[in-house]
């Protein structure tokens, strides 16, 4: 009989879970993974290709992709003071962040809901989560917050900034009382920073622990998995030590470069978007019996009343729709969804396929 390996020598607590599941969207319009819905035009394309043959993919990447690193710094505002490091995705990120601070017993701290990797990579770096539920409106509970801080010590705080699934943006005198309150690091996340209208990264020289972490997921990039985290020197020199060596391969290096070179691009695809925004706004908001929540992202959390959502989910579903199902039966997003702002033809065919389903 073979001697059942797995069960003796992995964690108890990661056989227990459940690996990140992302769902084939097929054919299917894919409005559920608040990805920039457009492609380059073909001219930035064509160039980008023409230049691409000349990577050296024999070549290891430079360790600390420097010039990269130094576009994004131009390009995302970082204060000159400030040093940075780039990951592999946000997610790599959060998990070097983790791992440098995973003191026995130390804590990670986030309201809720927000993003699940939060809680994912603690668990993964063995540190203890405490999460603190948001208030009604999804804003920060400021009292329990402060509670939580001087009970739990946390060794860090994760701020999403909009907050992800809710997408709204939490009031920064809160923030600025809880980097002020905390005794160890926090980092505001700002994956949609694009579409916020509001940024700490200019604050960053005014606190002592504080950092801001981003991506350019959001703006049109989701396939490179690139993410940047910028602080003071003496965070950064620190967590770099823990970033695995070559992270950022030779291809993100050099299309994200080229990417960052056009950002005017990037931003005429963020001001659609935006503008895109409202418009589905106001059609949601013109169906009956819909709750939507401001969003200061690229997505929108709305349910239905009467509805269930996962029936709602399952007609979008089978109309050939595909946008994000977030059932939780005893918390706030209790009967909600998330839909991605699309194209205008993919937004017209979601609200089309929703009042003819809200008919029935």
Same mark, same amino acid.
């Given at each position: 009989?073979?001697?059942?390996?797995?069960?003796?020598?992995?964690?108890?607590?990661?056989?227990?879970?459940?690996?990140?599941?992302?769902?084939?969207?097929?054919?299917?319009?894919?409005?559920?993974?608040?990805?920039?819905?457009?492609?380059?035009?073909?001219?930035?394309?064509?160039?980008?290709?023409?230049?691409?043959?000349?990577?050296?993919?024999?070549?290891?990447?430079?360790?600390?992709?420097?010039?990269?690193?130094?576009?994004?710094?131009?390009?995302?505002?970082?204060?000159k003071s400030m040093k940075?490091?780039?990951?592999?995705?946000?997610?790599?990120?959060?998990?070097? #962040?983790?791992?440098?601070?995973?003191?026995?017993?130390?804590?990670?701290?986030?309201?809720?809901?927000?993003?699940?990797?939060?809680?994912?990579?603690?668990?993964?770096?063995?540190?203890?989560?405490?999460?603190?539920?948001?208030?009604?409106?999804?804003?920060?509970?400021?009292?329990?917050?402060?509670?939580?801080?001087?009970?739990?010590?946390?060794?860090?705080?994760?701020?999403?900034?909009?907050?992800?699934?809710?997408?709204?943006?939490?009031?920064?005198?809160?923030?600025?009382?809880?980097?002020?309150?905390?005794?160890?690091?926090?980092?505001?996340?700002?994956?949609?920073?694009?579409?916020?209208?509001?940024?700490?990264?200019?604050?960053?020289?005014?606190?002592?622990?504080?950092?801001?972490?981003?991506?350019?997921?959001?703006?049109?990039?989701?396939?490179?998995?690139?993410?940047?985290?910028?602080?003071?020197?003496?965070?950064?020199?620190?967590?770099?030590?823990?970033?695995?060596?070559?992270?950022?391969?030779?291809?993100?290096?050099?299309?994200?470069?080229?990417?960052?070179?056009?950002?005017?691009?990037?931003?005429?695809?963020?001001?659609?978007?935006?503008?895109?925004?409202?418009?589905?706004?106001?059609?949601?908001?013109?169906l009956p019996?819909?709750?939507?929540?401001?969003?200061?992202?690229?997505?929108?959390?709305?349910?239905?009343?009467?509805?269930?959502?996962?029936?709602?989910?399952?007609?979008?579903?089978?109309?050939?729709?595909?946008?994000?199902?977030?059932?939780?039966?005893?918390?706030?997003?209790?009967?909600?969804?998330?839909?991605?702002?699309?194209?205008?033809?993919?937004?017209?065919?979601?609200?089309?396929?929703?009042?003819? #389903?809200?008919?029935?």
């Open positions: 009989m073979v001697k059942p390996l797995v069960k003796e020598w992995i964690r108890d607590d990661i056989r227990a879970l459940n690996a990140y599941h992302v769902p084939d969207p097929g054919e299917m319009i894919k409005l559920d993974a608040m990805e920039n819905p457009y492609l380059w035009p073909e001219a930035m394309q064509q160039l980008w290709l023409s230049q691409l043959a000349n990577v050296p993919l024999n070549r290891y990447p430079d360790p600390s992709a420097a010039k990269l690193t130094a576009k994004i710094e131009q390009v995302m505002a970082v204060p940075s490091i780039l990951g592999n995705g946000s997610d790599e990120l959060i998990q070097i #962040i983790c791992m440098a601070l995973a003191k026995p017993d130390s804590v990670v701290m986030a309201p809720e809901p927000t993003f699940v990797m939060y809680q994912m990579i603690a668990q993964f770096t063995n540190m203890h989560y405490q999460g603190i539920p948001l208030d009604e409106q999804f804003q920060l509970d400021m009292p329990a917050m402060r509670e939580a801080i001087e009970k739990h010590q946390p060794a860090v705080i994760f701020l999403a900034y909009p907050n992800n699934p809710t997408g709204n943006l939490f009031s920064e005198q809160d923030v600025r009382d809880i980097i002020a309150m905390a005794p160890g690091l926090v980092v505001v996340d700002e994956a949609y920073h694009a579409f916020a209208g509001h940024s700490f990264m200019p604050m960053l020289g005014e606190y002592a622990n504080l950092v801001v972490m981003r991506t350019v997921s959001k703006m049109g990039l989701a396939g490179l998995r690139l993410g940047l985290l910028s602080g003071r020197p003496e965070w950064l020199n620190e967590f770099d030590k823990v970033r695995l060596p070559y992270n950022i391969n030779v291809l993100t290096q050099f299309s994200a470069e080229f990417a960052l070179e056009h950002s005017d691009v990037l931003q005429q695809q963020t001001d659609q978007i935006c503008a895109d925004r409202i418009k589905l706004q106001s059609a949601l908001n013109a019996n819909i709750t939507q929540y401001p969003s200061a992202a690229n997505f929108i959390l709305f349910k239905i009343a009467d509805r269930q959502s996962d029936d709602i989910f399952t007609a979008l579903k089978q109309s050939g729709i595909l946008i994000k199902r977030l059932a939780n039966p005893s918390g706030p997003l209790k009967n909600t969804l998330r839909v991605t702002i699309g194209t205008e033809q993919e937004n017209a065919a979601f609200i089309k396929s929703l009042s003819d #389903i809200l008919k029935h």
